[in-house]
């Protein structure tokens, strides 16, 4: 049974996750892998791809 992925972006971002805001989205999106994976239950990457962007929208918004 698939049990849908919610992610909580400030408790992950509390717990430590760092989303690369340089480099390709792709490569950002297998760091998050990696450090999810590295710490139990890991979503899909449709989810984690969707917290890649909104993280790097977020730095331009508060870098400009």
């Given amino acids: 049974m698939d049990v849908e992925?919610?992610?909580?972006y400030?408790?992950?971002l509390k717990r430590g996750l760092r989303v690369p805001l340089e480099g390709s989205e792709d490569d950002a999106v297998a760091a998050v892998l990696e450090q999810?994976?590295?710490?139990?239950?890991t979503p899909g990457e449709v989810e984690v791809?969707?917290?890649?962007?909104?993280?790097?929208a977020g730095a331009a918004?508060?870098?400009?």
Avoid: S
């Fill in 49 to 56: 791809r969707d917290l890649v962007r909104e993280a790097r």
């Fill in 10 to 12: 400030g408790e992950l």
């Fill in 36 to 41: 999810l994976d590295a710490g139990g239950g």
């Fill in 61 to 64: 918004k508060h870098h400009d």
């Fill in 5 to 8: 992925w919610i992610p909580d």
